[in-house]
């Protein structure tokens, strides 16, 4: 396998999980096996209209994401200046919104609407399916509405939601060659919505995870590289906390349903980080992995999202369930954007 299946598998394995977690994201165990059996849900739900099994708010970001880091490249390489998050991730999650409100903060945005220099064949607007509502998160609908883009310094608001770390895995894959730099990064675009240290450090923990990943690095070696960097960082403590009880508890013979409920519900993003760890860690099994890690309690397609991220970096295509790849929502879009972020980050980063 080519280092281009790992970045495919990872976007491919977020959207499978994803769409996994989405059709139970709002029930909890008990309703889950009420409804699907003892296991839990172990397959994919298609949609009645499409076929399709659809992907939520957290792979739709996820893409925005790639989509912004590629712009930002673009600009900042014709400018000499400019950060990732400012200069092509805030303006392409103002897509993202657009998408979803069909509003933009500020009418002189409405250049953003149009196809850019780094889309070379087809804008990402002109995905429908993208336009559509998969409950989207109220911290970053209210947040990009706000007008003012949330940076690390000045925060946005107090959240920590788990939208930030959702969406990132794109620069763990893009910046993989500099790991301290994957995770600054994917802070910074965590920042622009929550501006909870917890809200965006599991987002550049969750991205060194990947960039370690891709460099072929163990899941263990990844992730204790991303928490000697996260330790470097003012107000780990929180973070590093839920990340350190994710690695024990996956060495324990705790049984997963008791583990998982110890590490939370994965509203917040340390917590979701951390239960998707702990899957990716506890099950090496692709399918076993991200049934696990979407049967409990809490947001499911985000811990499934984010389990899907890491084992995809970790295994590559081969490791993905054939009928569960060819069923997920956008599945060309996907491959697309991530051949595109591999094209480039080779090109760009020698
Ligand atoms: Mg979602």
Redesign the pocket.
Known sequence: MSKKDFFIASLLGGAIG?ALG?TV?FMNSDEIKLRFGEEGIIDLVPDRVTGKALI???TQMTLFTADGLLWAYDRMSSRGIGTYAGSGVYQSYLRWLYTQTRTLPDEHYEWLLDPQPHEVSDSILTYRELFSL??P?NTCLSALESNRMGTIEKPINNSKGCGGV?RVAPAGLFLHKDPEEAFRVAAEVAAITHGHPSGYLAAGAMAAIIAELINGKSMDISAAKALAILKSYPQHEETLQALIEAIELAKSDENPEDAIAKLGEGWVAEEALAIALYCALKETDFKKALIMSVNHDGDS??TG?ICGNILGACFGLKALPEKWAEKVELKDLIIDMSGRMYDLSEKAFK
């Open positions: 994803d989405y994201e939520s708010d957290d998969r409950a998160g959702m397609d985000s999202s």
